[in-house]
């Protein structure tokens, strides 16, 4: 199935430290939304983004629309140990209730050493 | 607590059964999706219902079927199981509004194992 390319795939970092991770695509996409994954758990929506340039923030976590559409960040700053998880970016063409299907990236797994 | 409810988390069975996973939307969303989530495969999107229509397919195979009913909740039904079946099964809802784009909002997800 389709996905979008997530990278780092994984990261191990210290208490404190700050986090960037990206996702690239060679569609163009409306929207693009990050979402964290706790073991067995469902996806719990981070940020959401609509227009190309926007840039986001939801506390310590700052997101970026590609100007291109075709890509958009996430930054953690001042890591804690509760970032521990597995990170999603998706992408969403969006028109109406149409097709608002979400492409998802391959994740970033996060470790944070307290 | 997203106000997406899945039932059951957990379910095993046998190759060749047929198991019914339920989803009840937030109150208010109009749109169901359901996602496959495996190991190797990572989230999948499988079919989304938009106020009891079908209205977009993903990769769902022809042993798997879901509906819509007219209170919005979904049922996604898998029959003739096997083993790569095993998997989390994950129902999001989102609300269509006049601008293009909506957050989708996820359930905590059914876990099925086929032994």
């Known amino acids: 199935g389709q996905q979008l390319n997530q990278s780092p795939q994984s990261m191990f970092i210290q208490e404190g430290e700050d986090v960037s991770m990206n996702c690239t695509s060679s569609?163009?996409?409306?929207?693009w939304l990050w979402y964290k994954q706790d073991p067995g758990e469902g996806p719990v929506l981070l940020i959401a983004?609509?227009?190309?340039?926007e840039l986001t923030s939801n506390g310590r976590l700052t997101a970026q629309f590609g100007i291109t559409r075709k890509d958009s960040f996430l930054n953690i700053s001042a890591s804690i140990p509760s970032d521990v998880g597995i990170y999603f970016c998706?992408?969403?063409?969006?028109?109406?209730?149409?097709?608002?299907?979400?492409?998802f990236g391959t994740g970033t797994l996060l470790a944070v050493q307290p | 607590d997203s106000g997406v409810t899945q039932t059951p988390k957990h379910l095993i069975t046998a190759t060749g059964q047929r198991v019914t996973l339920r989803c009840s939307p937030r109150?208010?969303?109009?749109?169901v999706y359901w996602y496959q989530q495996s190991l190797d495969q990572g989230l999948q999107f499988l079919i989304q219902?938009?106020?009891?229509?079908?209205?977009a397919k993903g990769n769902i195979l022809e042993r798997f079927s879901a509906q819509q009913f007219p209170d919005l909740h979904s049922e996604l039904n898998l029959s003739s199981l096997e083993l790569g079946d095993s998997a989390l099964y994950f129902c999001?809802?989102?609300?269509?509004?006049?601008?293009?784009?909506?957050?989708?909002?996820f359930g905590q997800g059914t876990r099925l194992t086929v032994v």
């Open positions: 999001a809802s989102s609300q269509p509004r006049d601008r293009a784009n909506t957050e989708a909002f």
């Open positions: 983004l609509y227009k190309a340039g």
């Open positions: 219902y938009y106020n009891g229509e079908e209205r």
């Open positions: 998706a992408g969403q063409l969006g028109y109406g209730g149409a097709t608002n299907k979400l492409i």
């Open positions: 109150s208010g969303d109009l749109s």
């Open positions: 569609s163009i996409f409306n929207t």
